[in-house]
């Protein structure tokens, strides 16, 4: 499975674009990637998954280059709720298991 | 659809004794993931199930655990003579399996915190 590498952490203000880029230099054709959030002491929360170019949802969009080596997170307009963990992670569907493999993630602080 | 779930939600025992935690995938759910996560890590894989088989283990599952999904539906991972190093938040996830190039997407369960004594 890809590695991944990501900043271990952020800060940002209240109402501010927040983007977090991720690192997968050696993703394969088939990998996709995906982004969870997790606070403390919860399961991680599914926020976007991608393939290639851009993917956007109500609470996030995932911008992919062609290259595919990389990916960025964009969180619009952050609150302090959204002070969390995140985490990106590349895998394969299809037939065989898709065991995740999660990394230490970036740990976002929103500050008022 | 009433996402994962799992119990107990924390669960406190002494060293050597025998635990075990329940999980609860989405319905249509056929995949079931077990991982483990310690403060300050991310969760690790630790076996997950296709239906009622179990299909892959990790390394990191030492005999004294094991896990079963006896009809498919939900799931029991058990820990036998706990350790001290077992404690940990454990983690369930569901996912439905499709063909080659379909996007599996694992739902997590909000896990359930061992601490042993």
């Known amino acids: 499975l890809a590695k991944t590498t990501q900043p271990i952490s952020m800060d940002s203000y209240e109402g501010q674009e927040v983007n977090i880029t991720c690192s997968h230099n050696?993703?394969?054709?088939?990998?996709?990637i995906t982004w969870y959030q997790q606070f403390p002491s919860q399961g991680p929360r599914f926020i976007i998954q991608g393939y290639k170019t851009k993917v956007t949802n109500e609470v996030a969009s995932l911008f992919i280059p062609a290259d595919r080596k990389s990916s960025t997170l964009s969180l619009p307009r952050v609150s302090l709720s959204d002070t969390a963990v995140y985490y990106c992670?590349?895998?394969?569907?299809?037939?065989?298991?898709?065991?995740?493999?999660f990394g230490k993630g970036t740990k976002l602080s929103v500050i008022p | 659809d009433t996402g994962v779930s799992q119990d107990p939600r924390h669960k406190i025992t002494k060293r050597g004794q025998n635990v075990t935690f329940r999980c609860d995938p989405i319905s249509e759910h056929n995949r079931l993931y077990w991982y483990r996560q310690t403060l300050g890590q991310g969760p690790e894989f630790l076996t997950y199930f296709q239906n009622e088989a179990q299909l892959e283990k990790s390394r990191l599952l030492s005999d004294r655990f094991s896990a079963e999904r006896p009809k498919g539906s939900f799931s029991t991972l058990e820990i036998q003579r706990t350790e001290q190093g077992d404690s940990a938040m454990y983690l369930c996830?569901?996912?439905?399996?499709?063909?080659?190039?379909?996007?599996?997407?694992?739902?997590f369960g909000p896990g359930t915190r061992l601490l042993v004594l």
């Open positions: 050696n993703i394969a054709t088939n990998d996709y």
């Open positions: 992670l590349v895998g394969v569907s299809g037939a065989g298991s898709y065991q995740l493999t």
């Open positions: 996830a569901s996912s439905r399996s499709g063909g080659q190039g379909f996007q599996e997407t694992q739902y």
